[in-house]
Antibody
Framework: EVQLVQSGAEVKKPGESLKISCKGS????????IGWVRQMPGKGLEWMGIISPGNSDTRYSPSFQGQVTISADKSISTAYLQWSSLKASDTAMYYC??????????WGQGTLVTVSS | EIVLTQSPGTLSLSPGEGATLSCRASQSVSSTYLAWYQQKPGQAPRLLIYDASSRATGIPDRFSGSGSGTDFTLTISRLEPEDFAVYYC?????????FGQGTKLEIK
């Protein structure tokens, strides 16, 4: 069974750093790109970026370029999304997604990130 | 960047009725690169339709997708109580993915 299991909810202060994770199982992790999608409270879905775990080729949405870093460790089938300096506006649910074509077939359960002083 | 506009914003219907949700793109989208998702409160989105008209695994045949170019449609033939949710379209173009703003399908 294909699964994407994300790390737990985080509560951080503005200016702090954060790295959340997404572990894939039930399939060959390096054969599928993994993306990240943001959903701010009460709002829609926003694509942030995507990585090929096999060679770490990464693409970012222009809206998120320079704001976050996406990485992956294929040895442990895990992708990451990280911030160096969080802002209150980063408060959102973050989903990792698997990309088999040009769409997303499996979604993680989501990681809620709350940034508040 | 291609912008997707979904309409209506909210659709109020009764179980058993049919639903038609629209997704319009600011530029032509390859039909291969248009997908639809369903999201229920407190849950992650779920893939319904990919490549504009192919149903994802386990999706009932009352869900169907159609369209090409700039106009795409998700049709639900006979609404079940579990179909009331928010629906998003999504496209891919030039290494970028974008979602529509969503259509909320609510019980009338």
């Amino acid at each position: 069974e294909v699964q994407l299991v994300q790390s737990g909810a985080e509560v951080k202060k503005p200016g702090e750093s954060l790295k959340i994770s997404c572990k894939g199982s039930g399939y060959s992790f390096t054969n599928y790109w993994i993306g990240w999608v943001r959903q701010m409270p009460g709002k829609g879905l926003e694509w942030m970026g995507i990585i090929s775990p096999g060679n770490s080729d990464t693409r970012y949405s222009p809206s998120f370029q320079g704001q976050v870093t996406i990485s992956a460790d294929k040895s442990i089938s895990t992708a990451y999304l990280q911030w160096s300096s969080l802002k209150a506006s980063d408060t959102a649910m973050y989903y990792c997604v698997r990309r088999p074509g040009r769409y997303f077939d499996y979604w993680g359960q989501g990681t809620l990130v709350t940034v508040s002083s | 960047e291609i912008v997707l506009t979904q309409s209506p914003g909210t659709l109020s219907l009764s179980p058993g009725e049919g639903a038609t949700l629209s997704c319009r793109a600011s530029q032509s989208v390859s039909s291969t690169y248009l997908a639809w998702y369903q999201q229920k409160p407190g849950q992650a989105p779920r893939l319904l339709i990919y490549d504009a008209s192919s149903r994802a695994t386990g999706i009932p045949d009352r869900f169907s997708g159609s369209g090409s170019g700039t106009d795409f449609t998700l049709t639900i033939s006979r609404l079940e109580p579990e179909d009331f949710a928010v629906y998003y379209c999504q496209q891919y173009d030039s290494s970028l993915y974008t979602f529509g703003q969503g259509t909320k399908l609510e019980i009338k």
